[in-house]
């Protein structure tokens, strides 16, 4: 009845209409509140149609984290910040938001495993300069009188009978804990879920797939992941190399997170996601596709082992089934397309993409050797 009302008046005033009170008329009220008439008779529905009843417009409401169909709220993990009054926006045309990150996670995968390249490159140009200078320091620190207690002598011992792996996640695990610590500021809060947190219904989509691997909100869940990592350290660097072990870290966290991306596009179930989960379960599948025989065994039940193998294949299961039927602790597919990753790299990418790096190498030693020296000058 309201919608023929609004129709009926838009037409005048009908007989079927009782008279407003005060005993004015329709017409006269609307002769007094509308504005100049300049297109004559002709046109004034528009203005007539504001005596009946409107309908009222359909709001637009901004999509919040990740709502069900049937109106419940967001059910947040434990492990990610609390994140119930933030607005994301999905894109109307979903799959259209995935081809910024698409061509972010194939250019920054590209830079990674360049700049690698370069960086082995450079190790082993100083290798032979480091060498005589670690020689003149052993000379220096035996005739240098040493003091008791010095408590740099001590970093320093501790640093040296750690593994290459060691070291190497060491500014890794450095960077977790420094990002752990913003969170805990109640004015970074904003700026920390914008882009230490990776969601396709962000309005920040490829930053967020980098910065979320190194950001944890849970301590526990930053402990677990840097315990992994610390573990499987000495073994993946042992395999891969220093330069090429951060090539892969760096850019499993990229994949995993698009891997993520593409889930959430596709289930429609938006919301944040961060750590380094991902990274570290292609640091982990590698290590087991590449040593399956190697046995393993649970933080806080040591006496039951298993090997590397059956332990992988453990994991791709449940983060299957977890992907499949929504589970919502951990971010699944994020784990799923790590895992995947590890295997592909171990398997088939180190020789398509390692073992092709030459070109990259030549052209940036000839770069060096034609670069004019610092000093010189010509005569």
Known sequence: MAWRGWAHRGWGCGQAWAQPAGGRSCEE????????????RRFN????????????PRKVEPRRSD?????????????????????FYPSPYPVKTLVKPLF???????????????????????????????????WLDSIRPQKEGDFRKEINKWWNNLSDGQ????GIIAANVFVFCLWRVPSLQRTMIRYFTSNPASKVLCS??????????????????????????????????QEQFMAVYLSAGVISNFVSYICKVATGRYGPSLGASGAIMTVLAAVCTKIPEGRLAIIFLPMFTFTAGNALKAIIAMDTA????????????????????????ITYGHELIWKNREPLVKIWHEMRTNSPKKGGGSK
């Open 167 to 170: 070291r190497t996640v060491t």
């Open 208 to 241: 967020p797939m980098l910065l979320s691997t190194f950001s944890h909100f849970s301590l526990f869940h930053m402990a677990a992941n840097m315990y992994v990592l610390w573990s499987f350290s000495s073994s993946i660097v042992n395999i891969l190399g």
């Open 67 to 87: 709502t069900g169909t049937s109106g419940e709220a967001y059910k947040r993990s434990a492990l990610i910040p609390p994140v119930e009054e933030t607005v």
């Open 45 to 56: 529905f528009f203005i007539q149609q504001k005596c009946g009843f409107r309908k009222a």
């Open 322 to 345: 977890g992907m499949v039927l929504g589970w919502k602790f951990f971010d699944h597919a994020a784990h799923l397309g790590g895992a995947l990753f590890g295997i592909w790299y």
């Open 29 to 40: 009220l609307t002769a007094a509140l509308a504005p100049p008439r300049l297109l004559g």
């Open 104 to 138: 972010f996670t194939v250019g920054f995968t590209g830079c990674a495993f360049g700049s690698a390249a370069i960086w082995q490159y450079e190790s082993l140009k100083s290798r032979v300069q480091s060498y005589f200078d670690g020689i003149k320091a052993d």
